[in-house]
């Protein structure tokens, strides 16, 4: 089968998402337009007036845009880490959560919301991160320990996980009251509420030089393909490599959690997908696999924050609805092609 060229593919796919996150900011019970919407983006870079009302001026630029752009953000960057840390483990079930980042990051947040910790000083998000820093440290250490092989660093990396997700059960249940319960555990199920224009450039920074780091290293992963030891005789440092790109993943992962709570299921699902399109090398794969995810995630969070109108559901528990489906999908059209 002949695969489409992959600047043709990525130029298509940037026009969707654009075209996906200018309409998907006019669904809502506000009466907006896409020409609103660029009307707004427009004025706010300096080219005219709106012509709005300042209300619905701030619906799009303060409230739709930044969520919008930020769930396009995670898409992209958890189906980058998700392609990465699969061909770097050699497991197709691999995702940005097997190496305990994201417990790390829920224990973090609940310490901080739940027990107080920082005196007011640090906020849900900086706590996310540190503990996604603490628990990635834990997985490096344990990997390390036990000689430091692909089996190894998925072992600690699940290790890291329940021990993470066993302290944030042990805090919320034993410290918080119902409304502190209700409200951490709908973060950790995924909640791009409360974007702001802050999240989106911290993310959008992140995932820019996470995914220059990857794309570096692209041959070098397609190179993983075939086992550590054959990547070694073709000249990888293989240590060296897993480490560099488990970090650029790891604290890709710990910025997207910390902003958004655990969204599952994009990081492992959307891989597959770009795989079928364009093939098992990363060049052509990271940004096929970047576009699918954010355009996926805009219509995800835009599904999540509509469908019980005006409660909003987690977006993770849709992208678990989504995704389970979609992977068993994948993996009956991948045995197929075998």
């Known amino acids: 089968m002949t695969r489409p060229g992959v600047w043709p593919l990525c130029a298509a796919g940037a026009a969707l998402l654009v075209a996906s996150v200018a309409v998907a900011i006019t669904i809502g019970p506000a009466d907006i337009r896409v020409g609103d919407v660029w009307s707004v983006v427009a004025s706010h870079l300096g080219w005219g007036s709106s012509g709005l009302s300042p209300v619905r ?29 699969q061909s770097l483990l050699r497991n197709p079930l691999a995702d940005p959560f097997v190496l305990g980042v994201s417990s ?11 027990l107080g910790a920082g005196g007011g000083l640090v906020s849900v998000s900086a706590g996310a991160f540190l503990g996604a820093l603490l628990s990635f440290g834990l997985v490096l250490l344990l990997s390390h320990t036990l000689g430091g092989t692909t089996d ?54 992140v995932l820019a030089v996470a995914l220059a780091v990857c794309l570096a290293h692209a041959r070098t992963l397609d190179a993983f393909a075939f086992g550590q030891d054959a990547a070694a005789t073709l000249g990888v440092s293989v240590a ?52 699918a995810g954010a355009v996926f995630l805009v219509w995800v969070d835009t599904l999540a924050r509509t469908v019980l109108d005006p409660q909003e559901v987690p977006v993770g528990v849709v ?11 994948v993996l009956y059209r991948t045995r197929r092609a075998r």
């Open 57 to 85: 001026d701030g619906i799009v630029w303060e409230l739709r845009l930044p969520r919008t752009l930020l769930a396009a953000v995670c898409g992209a960057g958890l189906a980058v880490c998700g392609a990465v840390m």
């Open 104 to 114: 790390g990051a829920s224990t973090g947040a609940v310490v901080v919301v739940v």
């Open 152 to 205: 190894q660093v998925v072992l600690s990396g699940v290790a890291a996980m329940q021990l993470f997700s066993a302290l944030t059960s042990f805090v919320v249940l034993t410290a918080a009251d119902a409304e502190t319960t209700r409200g951490v555990l709908f973060w950790l199920l995924g909640s791009l509420g409360g974007t702001g224009w802050t999240d989106v450039r911290i993310c959008l920074a």
């Open 240 to 291: 060296r490599t897993r480490l560099v790109l488990l970090c650029a993943t790891a604290l890709l992962t710990a910025a997207l959690v910390s902003s958004a709570g655990a969204i599952g299921f994009v990081g492992l699902v959307l891989p597959h997908a770009a795989r079928a399109l364009v093939g098992s090398g990363h060049a052509r794969l990271l940004p096929v696999a970047a576009l």
């Open 319 to 329: 992208t678990s609805l989504i995704g389970v489906p979609v992977f068993v999908l």
